[in-house]
């Protein structure tokens, strides 16, 4: 990892997975803040051999990163991980060249001096660097101002989903992709100059009224998901502004819509191709969450889910279903194969 972090911009892996912006900022709530994950964003795909869907924030804070015992069985327990796009170094040095501004070109060629002015500004107060996003194009600017307290976190520790495609690669297992580091970039890669001038403006504004009102962006959008409330999850999702009505629709069919069903038809695949494996597919929580979530998606294709949480009996009851679910398959593949073997001892015809 310190090779991968000395040729890669510290923000990279989060830009991996835009949609982390979904989760900020959090409505006010008097409940106490969390300090470990409450109820995970982890469903069972109830198949022979059961899959499992994992909704991931793509961050390194230790609350996040610190798996409970039910999460941490599941990983251990599957023998395949699937990320939303591929988690190695060469992905990432791809990506820190595709958001890259053309060569000869600044920031504040493409959204204007005052904006620039006020991006200094912020980062200032940040106490960061402006040199760090010099060479970024508008709208990944734009999808990290959420999150820009754990930027420094990033530099130093993975984020959730390379630290389970880390784990799952040492651990010999096959790790794979649900999309390609070229499908997720397109959502953003041709928007107009003027149309990534309105995201960051408005990924300022907001940001800047939250610092007003003293919230902690970054720190809401994990507070929602040690809390696993996907009600709240999918209330941010409708509220949350990308910019006008026309590239909000556009911004949110592509991020959201688009997405789902691409990673969902892939899911399934994947179940189709290996059905007496046990897979994990970890994707950002915001993705399990809202309109044509990708839940939904695969309870359409014929799929029926459950929920996990954190009690040990929901995490033996699971094991158990798992087990029984394994045998019974085992049982229907030699039932199976004895009536090939009927077949082709009774002539066509012939019921004796």
């Given amino acids: 990892m310190r090779r991968l972090r000395t040729i890669v911009p510290p923000w990279v892996p989060a830009l991996l997975a835009p949609i982390v912006v979904a989760f900020a900022p959090l409505s006010a709530t008097a409940q106490a803040p969390a300090t470990a994950i409450e109820k995970p964003f982890l469903w069972r795909i109830e198949?022979?051999?059961?899959?499992?869907?994992?909704?991931?924030?793509?961050?390194?804070d230790e609350r996040?990163?610190?798996?409970?015992?039910?999460?941490?069985?599941?990983?251990?327990?599957?023998?395949?991980l699937f990320t939303e796009i591929p988690m190695d170094t060469a992905?990432?040095?791809?990506?820190?060249?595709?958001?890259?501004?053309?060569?000869?070109?600044?920031?504040?060629?493409?959204v204007g001096e005052p904006l620039c002015a006020r991006l200094r500004d912020h980062l200032e107060k940040k106490g960061?660097?402006?040199?760090?996003?010099?060479?970024?194009?508008?709208?990944?600017?734009?999808?990290?101002?959420?999150?820009?307290?754990?930027?420094?976190?990033?530099a130093t520790k993975p984020p959730l989903d390379l630290m389970l495609a880390t784990r799952a690669k040492k651990a010999k297992k096959e790790v794979g992709a649900l999309e390609t580091l070229d499908e997720q970039l397109d959502v953003f890669g041709d928007l107009t100059n003027k149309e990534q001038t309105t995201f960051l403006t408005k990924a300022l504004d907001r940001v800047e009224r939250d610092a007003a009102a003293g919230k902690n962006t970054g720190e809401t959008m994990i507070q929602l998901y040690l809390r696993g409330d996907e009600a709240a999850?999918?209330?941010?999702?409708?509220?949350?502004?990308l910019g006008d009505a026309a590239l909000q629709e556009k911004l949110m069919l592509r991020l959201l819509d688009e997405r789902n069903v691409r990673m969902a038809d892939r899911i399934v695949r994947r179940l189709q191709q290996a059905p007496y494996r046990s897979n994990l597919f970890a994707i950002g929580a915001a993705h399990c969450a809202g309109r044509s979530n990708l839940l939904q998606l695969l309870a359409e294709r014929g799929y029926r889910l459950t929920r996990l949480d954190l009690t040990d009996s929901d995490a033996a009851r699971a094991r158990e279903v798992a087990a029984i679910?394994?045998?019974?398959?085992?049982?229907?593949?030699?039932?199976?194969?004895?009536?090939?073997?009927?077949?082709r001892l009774v002539p066509a015809g012939n019921p004796k």
Avoid at 64 to 80: C, E, H, K, M, R
Wanted: cysteine-free; hydrophobic content about 45%.
């Fill in 233 to 241: 999850v999918a209330k941010e999702l409708n509220d949350y502004e």
């Fill in 325 to 343: 679910d394994a045998e019974i398959e085992r049982r229907n593949a030699e039932i199976a194969q004895l009536r090939a073997r009927r077949e």
């Fill in 128 to 154: 960061l660097p402006v040199a760090m996003f010099d060479r970024a194009q508008p709208w990944v600017i734009g999808t990290q101002l959420a999150i820009l307290d754990q930027i420094k976190q990033l």
């Fill in 64 to 80: 996040v990163t610190t798996l409970p015992n039910t999460v941490d069985a599941v990983v251990d327990a599957t023998g395949a």
């Fill in 47 to 60: 198949t022979p051999v059961p899959s499992y869907v994992f909704g991931t924030i793509h961050l390194p």
């Fill in 91 to 110: 992905s990432m040095m791809k990506a820190a060249e595709r958001v890259k501004l053309p060569q000869g070109t600044q920031l504040s060629d493409v």
